[in-house]
T-cell receptor
Framework: DVKVTQSSRYLVKRTGEKVFLECVQD?????MFWYRQDPGLGLRLIYF???????EKGDIPEGYSVSREKKERFSLILESASTNQTSMYLC?????????????FGPGTRLTVT | GIQVEQSPPDLILQEGANSTLRCNFS?????LQWFHQNPWGQLINLFY???GTKQNGRLSATTVATERYSLLYISSSQTTDSGVYFC?????????????FGSGTQLTVLP
């Protein structure tokens, strides 16, 4: 079974802190994604990566950056956390384009910024 | 960009009841997926259904692409069906394809 893991289920940080959210997948997938989920808004794409060291902005990249140094790991970085970044963050990975609909999600990290 | 709208936003059912969830999309698509997010946050693929009808146990889905909607049917609901149901469509952006999600339907099945 494909496994996507995220470093923390719950995280509490203070305003202004630098925050790292880590995602690891074990199936050698090229494509990896970071979403945030807010009530009434569904999932919104922050950033995605289709290869090591490659990244593209999603719909809401402001206030975030990402890092993909190894194929299995995709990190989301909040350079200076703010209260409006309190949310549920979901990581996903996907096999090559031939099976685009096989998207696998991690369990999520619920981040609270105080 | 393409808009994906789901209804109803919230649904409360008694165990054993049937339900229909709807997903409307603003532009022609040739792909659509339904997901279930359980109460612990895990998101699971339910159906990839660009058109036609598919069934998996008590769940079935129908997409009428020409009329820009998809329906998810849950029959004889169980408490384990509780959670949020999302539909999503695929769009192409840059070098990869990405999913655009609706806002979800929060389903609560009472024992």
């Amino acid at each position: 079974d494909v496994k996507v893991t995220q470093s923390s289920r719950y995280l509490v940080k203070r305003t202004g802190e630098k925050v790292f959210l880590e995602c690891v997948q074990d199936m050698d997938h090229e494509n990896m994604f970071w979403y945030r989920q807010d009530p009434g808004l569904g999932l919104r794409l922050i950033y995605f990566s289709y290869d090591v060291k490659m990244k593209e902005k999603g719909d809401i990249p402001e206030g975030y950056s990402v890092s993909r140094e190894k194929k299995e790991r995709f990190s989301l970085i909040l350079e200076s956390a703010s209260t409006n970044q309190t949310s549920m963050y979901l990581c996903a990975s996907r096999p090559p384009s031939g099976s685009w609909y096989e998207q696998y999600f991690g369990p999520g990290t619920r981040l609270t910024v105080t | 960009g393409i808009q994906v709208e789901q209804s109803p936003p919230d649904l409360i059912l008694q165990e054993g009841a049937n339900s229909t969830l709807r997903c409307n999309f603003s532009d022609s698509v040739n792909n659509l997926q339904w997901f279930h997010q359980n109460p612990w946050g895990q998101l699971i693929n339910l159906f990839y259904i660009p058109s036609g009808t598919k069934q998996n146990g008590r769940l079935s889905a129908t997409t009428v692409a020409t009329e820009r909607y998809s329906l998810l049917y849950i029959s004889s609901s169980q408490t384990t069906d509780s959670g949020v149901y999302f539909c999503a469509v695929l769009i192409s952006s840059g070098s990869a394809r990405q999913l655009t999600f609706g806002s979800g339907t929060q389903l609560t099945v009472l024992p």
